[in-house]
């Protein structure tokens, strides 16, 4: 056969191209490989760009995909910005929408009905005491009242859009409900007493000893107090109301709100009330809250119950002053050293334990019983080392005692940074560290920081209500901007949150991951930076260290931040830095998975 060159040219261009499509191929899988995240997840943009095709993600937010598979990884900027979409449009109609004005339309508003506005951002703005959603629903709660509603189906039904508040500008709305002249109809009261009874504070329970106090939320109030109730007629009639009337849980209740206190007529009401029950398992709980009673009759009925249930944690615990009144926690001081009061012992812990939970307790309480012992420790190399602990707490501690031992001279240098506003109420920062006052405290009591669970322990996450809470606290303009949610299936980790923000005229949109029942901490702050620098202010929000799956997020002029950042007075995090360490947690947690 004769040879034929062009033929051998050919043959070998093939070749040449299928070896060069092999080896990009093996490229873009060890690239991949590299790049994926734990939730299964190719960190390159093309594969971003195909993943969010197939899951509804509009192309343009794709590509900021691949980043955000650094996440995991400690940002060397702490200010960080999400890849965006922005377009001219206006907010959904939705969110102008009145609330549900009859209890039978609440199932649907709660299950997101295009009717109404969306459930998570009435209950935040609710519960941040926004004045236009607060007249809404007074406006709703009227209208539901007139419909011949009683009371307490409108605590049943309404209740549930302050029972997440925990206090904030519920308490307000409830308290100007209370006192209003002319007064309010009876169901808008009892919901105001449903929302009172999850706020705190000495004005809040001299309400709570009105005679018009519903027996229920008294005790519901008293059983999250962080101080015992004292002994009333009042107390005791409540309580003997609420265990006429309610389950087994509330007995336990309402019965360990009556025992937290020692006092002989707690103590015969209890005995009382625990005769007077047919039920074992009532009369059990009724004994158990005995737990702090001296009286010999009320000690005998709590030993005898504990007897037959050993392992309840009131009788596991140690009866001391600190102990919780719904008997479940010793209370123990988990920041609180070995070495009580021992100043040498103290500081030889400081020096030479290797253990940071350990060292940071040591170290708070050097620098409370004796300050000038912890300043000379700290000026040293130790100093220096422990600035650079990855315990954030010990490192801004440690930086602390070094360069602002006195609590006025680092209140000064926040001020003159300009991330204390006028008169801050800051009396209470720092009793954690009683000898002296860090950044983060003093900044945490004058409200620029949001410490926030990174495990919301439900799905969706409502990215959208940690938006919220974030603008709030910094202020306008960002307060003023609406947010909105689009979740994923829950089960499809290779699908995405699309969070959407409308400032006035623009929509911006970022995608989040779905870490499952862990917020993606990096697109929600990294969206609001974005916005910050839309609207024109200088402020910004930062990530800050943490020990455990408790994020915390900073807000304040960005120079400021900046600064304290590089003096080390404040630690940064990689965002995602929370949620490792509460995965970390759940992997050693007994009867974890291997």
């Known amino acids: 056969m004769a040879d034929d060159p062009d033929g051998r040219r050919q043959n070998l261009r093939l070749l040449a191209f299928v070896v060069m499509a092999v080896l990009f191929y093996l490229g873009v899988r060890v690239v991949v490989g590299k790049r994926a995240e734990e939730d299964g997840r190719g960190g390159d943009a093309a594969h971003s760009a195909a993943l969010a095709s197939r899951s509804g993600v509009p192309a343009a937010l794709a590509a900021g995909m691949a980043s955000a598979a650094a996440h995991g990884s400690e940002p060397t900027d702490p200010v960080i910005y999400a890849e965006v979409e922005s377009r001219e449009a206006t907010a959904p109609p939705r969110f102008a929408a009145a609330l549900p004005n009859r209890v039978e339309d609440l199932a649907a508003f709660y299950d997101d009905d295009a009717r109404f506005p969306p ?8 519960c941040l005491g926004d004045a236009d959603m607060q007249h809404r629903f007074d406006v709703a709660l009227r209208a539901a009242s007139e419909a011949s509603t009683t009371p307490s189906q409108l605590v049943e039904a309404y209740g549930r859009m302050v029972e997440s508040c925990d206090g904030g500008g519920t308490c307000e709305w409830a308290k100007r409900c209370l006192d209003a002249k002319p007064p309010v109809g009876a169901g808008t009261v009892a919901v105001a007493w449903h929302a009172l009874a999850r706020c705190e504070g000495e004005d809040i329970s001299s309400r709570f000893e009105r005679r018009d106090a519903p027996s229920v939320q008294l005790v519901e109030f008293w059983s999250r107090a962080s101080e015992p109730a004292p002994y009333s007629a009042r107390l005791e009639r409540a309580v003997e109301n609420v265990i006429g009337t309610g389950t087994v849980e509330d007995v336990r209740r309402a019965a360990f709100v009556l025992g937290a206190t020692d006092h002989p007529r707690a103590a015969a009401a209890l005995l009382d009330l625990q005769s007077e029950t047919d039920d074992p398992e009532r009369a059990r709980e009724i004994a158990l809250a005995m737990y702090r009673q001296s009286d010999p009759r009320a000690r005998a009925a709590f030993a005898r119950a504990c007897e037959r249930r050993p ?7 140690p009866r001391g002053p600190t102990q919780a009144a719904a008997g479940v926690d010793a209370g123990s001081d988990s920041q609180g050293s070995t070495h009580r009061g021992d100043p040498t012992a103290l500081r030889r812990c400081v020096e030479t334990e290797t253990r940071a939970a350990e060292q940071y307790a040591c170290l708070v309480e050097l620098s409370t019983v004796e300050r000038e012992a912890a300043e000379e420790t700290m000026g040293g190399p130790l100093g220096l080392s422990l600035s650079s602990s990855p315990h954030a707490h010990l490192a801004e501690l440690a930086v602390t005692v070094r360069r602002y031992p006195e609590r006025e001279s680092l209140l000064r240098r926040l001020g003159d940074l300009g991330l204390l506003r006028t008169a801050e109420p800051l009396e209470a920062a720092g009793t954690e560290t009683p000898g002296v006052l860090t950044a983060r405290q003093a900044l945490r009591a004058a409200h620029r920081i949001l410490e926030f ?7 969706p996450n409502h990215h959208d209500s940690l938006l919220r809470r974030l603008a709030a606290i910094a202020g306008p303009p960002l307060a003023a901007v609406l947010f909105a949610e689009e979740a994923p299936a829950q089960d499809d980790r290779r699908a995405y949150y699309r969070l959407s923000a409308y400032p006035p005229g623009k929509e911006v949109s970022a995608t989040a991951r779905n870490l499952g029942d862990y917020y993606d901490v990096a697109a929600v702050v990294g969206l609001l930076n974005v916005l910050a620098r839309q609207l024109g202010t200088d402020l910004r929000f930062v990530v800050l260290g943490t020990t455990d799956q408790i994020a915390s997020v900073v807000v304040g002029p960005e120079a400021a931040l900046r600064t304290l950042v590089s003096e080390g007075l404040l630690t940064t995090a990689a965002p995602d830095q929370a949620m490792a ?12 998975m291997p």
């Open 311 to 317: 392992n309840d944690p009131v009788c596991r615990a």
């Open 453 to 459: 669970d990174a495990e919301t322990d439900e799905y």
């Open 119 to 126: 459930p998570a951002h009435v209950m935040d703005l609710i």
């Open 581 to 592: 360490n509460g995965r970390a947690a759940e992997a050693q947690a007994p009867g974890a």
